[in-house]
């Protein structure tokens, strides 16, 4: 089988290339399709071993009128039929994005099998594109299963290999971590603002009885941080970045996070979660994110990521919960996200393909 995989960057590339892993352990063919000005598309796809890949345009930016934006789609629907001629997938598969919508439309007009993996818990425009052309659709939300409809299969949140192969042990005896772990991170990009709530937290004696590890990006630097932390928690281990942070998340007993793909990982891998929601993202979707998952008592949202007074109150929120309800709320999540969602999925591709 020959699968088109058309993402966008980001959490949705991050779905498709655990999809794509586990596509070709089946011994399925791959190719990706992505944004034609993504440099960080195209390094992911390549460190991750996915040389074959087409550059797609994108069908609209942020600010764009009308008809710049219905332009935009008219080139991103006819590059996209172009792939599909020059590819002849089997099956055509979209982790969303915009850059997904044209070969999702192309594969619908070639009668292809489609399927669609949504990673976001928002209604965006290739999520309706998907509704209208998937032929099945992934999701890890039960809201959003109840707007695709009978097409749509609940089966978590789709992880990468990385996740389960990774030893949080392993990651304690690295950074030396003994006692209880409380994981912030902020992106890849890092978060200054939530980097000021850290502080303020420590500086409110909230985190003395707690190892925190931390990641800042380019948005402070850890040395910095790490005296900013000094004497105010029990440890402190500081990087711009953590290329072993899946270890580093499953060995946290407490994630705080923006409100992003992380929480929802975080929760699928039985961690309770503080979740950070930045509230100047398309459609406020990493607040929506938050407050669902508050009301499914996995998380507790703060209400804006940007102001270190609103971090400090929910933090202080889940820190004042029984250390064993945190546990059990940890549980709960893993029942509700966690599972094998990645092997279902591509189950779920495998049988449409071969239902003809």
Request: glycine content about 10%; overall charge negative.
């Amino acid at each position: 089988m020959h699968v088109l995989i058309a993402s966008g960057d980001g959490g949705h590339l991050t779905r498709a290339l655990a999809l794509a892993e586990e596509l070709s352990d089946r011994g399925h063919d791959v190719t990706f399709a992505v944004n034609e000005d993504s440099d960080q598309a195209v390094e992911r796809l390549k460190k991750a071993g996915f040389e074959v890949y087409i550059g797609l345009p994108r069908p609209r930016r942020i600010n764009d009128t009308i008809w710049r934006a219905a332009l935009g789609g008219l080139k991103n629907y006819l590059a996209a039929s172009k792939a599909l001629r020059d590819v002849q997938p089997d099956l055509v598969l979209s982790t969303g994005s915009g850059v997904a919508i044209g070969p999702m439309l192309a594969g619908k007009f070639k009668r292809l099998p489609v399927a669609h993996y949504e990673p976001t818990d928002v209604v965006s425009v290739s999520g309706k594109v998907a509704k209208l052309c998937a032929d099945v659709i992934g999701v890890w939300d039960e809201d959003m299963s109840e707007y695709y409809g009978d097409r749509a299969v609940n089966v978590g949140i789709v992880l990468p290999r990385s996740f389960e192969e990774a030893d949080p042990e392993e990651a304690r005896e690295n950074y030396g971590l003994g006692g209880r772990v409380l994981v912030w991170t902020t992106g890849s990009a890092g978060y200054g603002p939530a980097l000021k709530g850290l502080v303020k937290c420590a500086e409110h004696g909230l985190l003395r009885d707690w190892e925190v590890v931390v990641n800042t990006g380019n948005a402070m630097d850890p040395e910095r941080l790490r005296r900013k932390l000094d004497g105010l928690c029990s440890g402190i281990v500081a990087r711009r970045f953590f290329h072993d942070f899946p270890a580093l998340l499953k060995a946290a007993d407490l994630v705080v996070c923006l409100g992003g793909a992380t929480p929802v990982e975080a929760a699928a891998l039985g961690k309770p979660v503080v979740v950070l929601p930045r509230r100047d993202v398309l459609r406020d979707h990493q607040y929506v994110t938050a407050k669902k998952l508050e009301k499914r008592g996995v998380a507790v949202a703060a209400e804006d990521a940007s102001n270190p007074e609103e971090v400090v109150k929910a933090v202080s929120r889940a820190l004042s919960i029984d250390y064993e309800d945190l546990k059990r709320m940890g549980e709960k999540g893993r029942e509700l996200f966690g599972g094998n969602a990645r092997e279902q999925f591509i189950d779920l591709c495998e049988e449409l393909v071969e239902s003809g």
